[in-house]
């Protein structure tokens, strides 16, 4: 009977300190849901949200940020403009398909609260400087139909350049996963989180973009997961930012994944009104990735196309007649 209780001591001092060893490593590593956020509580799934209130940030009704799908089904992101006629989003995402005889139309979803419309694509206008890999990566959908005003939210397009660095709030339609282990699951609900932007593309990192001109219409952030001493938040000054590394925005920051391209990125103006400073377009890493591959993992800069550098454009585009 002695040797039966000390075998079983035994057994439960190995399962508690197995307990206590795999709650110690949930404390130490954290769990990074995609857009990809730095704590998992912050991966909400906002589809349709239109009094959506988001820590560090606020009320905001993303019922304007829509679900683009290619002719194919494949899934990304886009902002409904002025109007309700037309959607903005990444070139990259749309351009195979915007010739004038393509017979493949694709959709638009928009959704408020519990209700969706689906509407096809009337036609596609690419940014005249876009080639592929190029920096102007930016389109309009022209939609078959108009998105009923009081039925999803139209935002604002900033006007002129921000003060650098900014507290921003990113959206879209793209895939979940963690800062350690990249993106994951599949694309199709909508996340919001924050991040800041950090510095516009300058010197080495303007290499790469297939664009002749020299001063880029891009913005910067880093995906560092949190402040202080976080060894990542370092990483933004070794892939050639030319700003301090920024600390991040702690628990909620957050990093594009696939499906986000085209969502749009907001701030918040002198007036404390939610307007569009810029458009997600990609990711790069430049030698600061933690697992070298291109993935939504820690380390890695997320690429916005400035809204004020393309609005003289999209404001042409939308007063054309049809």
């Known amino acids: 009977m002695a040797v039966q209780n000390t075998a079983l001591t035994i057994l439960l001092r190995r399962i508690l300190g197995c307990a206590a060893f795999l709650i110690l490593l949930a404390v130490s590593a954290p769990g990074l849901k995609a857009l990809v956020f730095s704590d998992e509580k912050s ?12 820590t560090g940030w606020g009320q905001i009704d993303l019922s304007g940020v829509v679900l683009v799908r290619s002719p194919y089904g494949v899934p990304s992101s886009g902002v409904l403009l002025k109007g309700g006629r037309h959607v903005l989003t990444a070139a990259h995402c749309v351009a195979q398909f915007s010739s004038q005889g393509n017979k493949l139309p694709g959709r638009v979803e ?24 190029s920096a102007w990566d930016v389109a309009i959908i022209e939609l078959a139909e108009k998105v009923p005003g009081n039925f999803a939210a139209r935002y604002p397009l900033a006007g002129a350049p921000r003060s650098l660095p900014e507290i921003i709030l ?26 800041r ?13 297939k664009s002749t001109q020299a001063n ?47 969502g749009p990125v907001f701030a918040r103006d002198a007036k404390g009104e939610t307007v569009v400073v810029a458009l997600q377009v990609g990711r790069i890493r430049r030698g600061a990735d933690i ?18 550098r ?5 404001l042409a585009t939308l007063s054309r007649r049809r």
């Open 43 to 54: 991966a909400i799934d906002l589809t349709g949200e239109r009094e959506a209130k988001i």
């Open 216 to 262: 880029l219409p891009l913005l910067l952030s880093d995906f560092d997961g949190g402040p202080g001493t976080d060894p990542f938040s370092k990483f933004a000054a070794s892939a050639g930012l030319d700003t301090a590394a920024d600390p991040g925005a702690g628990a909620n920051e957050c990093h594009i994944a696939n499906g986000d391209s085209g």
């Open 291 to 308: 697992d070298h591959r291109l993935n939504s993992s820690w380390g890695e800069l997320s690429v916005d196309v400035e809204a004020c």
């Open 197 to 209: 932007h950090e510095a516009r593309t300058k010197g080495k990192l303007i290499h790469g973009f």
């Open 110 to 133: 928009v959704f408020s609260g519990t209700k969706r419309k689906i509407i096809p694509w009337s036609k596609v206008y690419l940014h005249p400087a876009y080639t592929l890999g």
């Open 170 to 195: 990113r959206a879209g339609w793209g895939k979940c996963g963690s800062g350690m282990a990249g993106e994951g699951g599949s694309a199709g609900k909508l996340f919001a989180g924050l991040n």
């Open 310 to 314: 393309i609005r003289n454009w999209i």
